[in-house]
């Protein structure tokens, strides 16, 4: 298993928390399609902190939970120290577990490689398991990343302004890509979620600087404040409302199912 750092930043455990737990907190929801049963072992793709890891715990399930930031793991560690927990990236990931499951919230768009990811998921799978996801689909935040990448390059950071930083898929070409290893989709979808940020007044500032690192290597950090805050100056007529700042968030949701024999 490797650290899989360059593909994902390491983050900051705490205000990821603290101020993004919406991430999470919608990954509830998406437990309901996981349904996780007691003595199931269960992989958890990108666990973050490891509170969704722990909800499965709860309902009976083995869990092992793997993110690539040391940050997280290291967080998820102390609060759940019943769960397994381990700093590992899923394109390279090999187990001696043969999962009934395999869930994974809000973490496969930032994984560049994704046929590796999707190969190694069915891998993992016993024949029948199922594999449940959310990741940002096609025109996920593209207000506000559209805004970031005309607000880099008016201050000349073209290189920064046209780096692929996310992978957000549109529903046909995220199930063929999972097709194509030998899944079979029981159920898809591709719905607008608009997400309330949790700082009423630096909500999409924020957010960039949590999750928008990648577009800003080599950009002194003065600067990167300025850019964060002019472009939430520009997103301020269509993303804040009644004293909320919004993102416009498009979601993607898939249960597939590596079938006993093969069904093609
Ligand atoms: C998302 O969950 O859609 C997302 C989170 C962070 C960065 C980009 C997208």
Redesign the pocket.
């Known amino acids: 298993m490797t650290n899989q750092s360059a593909i994902i930043p390491d983050w900051n455990a705490g205000l990821y928390d603290d101020k993004h737990a919406f ?1 999470f907190k919608y990954g509830e929801d998406l437990l309901q399609w996981l349904n996780p049963q007691p003595g199931e072992q269960i992989l958890d793709v990108g666990c973050g902190t490891g509170y969704l890891a722990h909800l499965m715990a709860e309902a009976g399930a083995e869990v092992w939970g793997i993110d690539s930031a040391a940050s997280m793991i290291e967080k998820a560690e102390k609060e759940y120290p019943g769960i397994r927990f381990s700093v590992a990236d899923i394109t390279a990931f090999s187990s001696d577990v043969a999962f009934d499951a395999v869930f994974s919230n ?1 973490v496969l ?1 930032w994984i560049q490689d994704k046929e590796a990811a999707v190969r190694q998921i069915y891998r993992v799978l016993k024949p029948g398991g199922r594999l449940v996801l959310e990741m ?1 689909g096609k025109g ?2 593209k207000s506000i990343v559209n805004a970031l990448r005309l607000s880099l390059a008016a201050y000349g950071y073209q290189e920064n302004a046209s780096a692929a930083v ?1 992978y957000f898929p549109s529903l046909g070409e995220y199930t063929t890509l999972l097709e194509s290893v030998g899944f079979r989709i029981r159920n898809a979808a591709h719905f607008d979620r608009e997400t309330e940020l949790k700082d009423a007044d630096e909500g999409i500032a924020d957010w960039i600087c949590m ?1 928008g690192q990648q577009f800003f290597d080599g950009i002194p950090p003065e600067q990167v404040q300025v850019i964060c805050r002019e472009v939430q100056e520009t997103l301020r007529s269509t993303r804040f409302r009644n004293g909320k700042w919004y993102a416009d ?1 498009k979601r993607l949701r898939v249960i597939a199912v590596k079938e006993n024999q093969s069904w093609n």
């Open positions: 991430v809000a768009h940002g996920n935040v996310w999750f968030y």
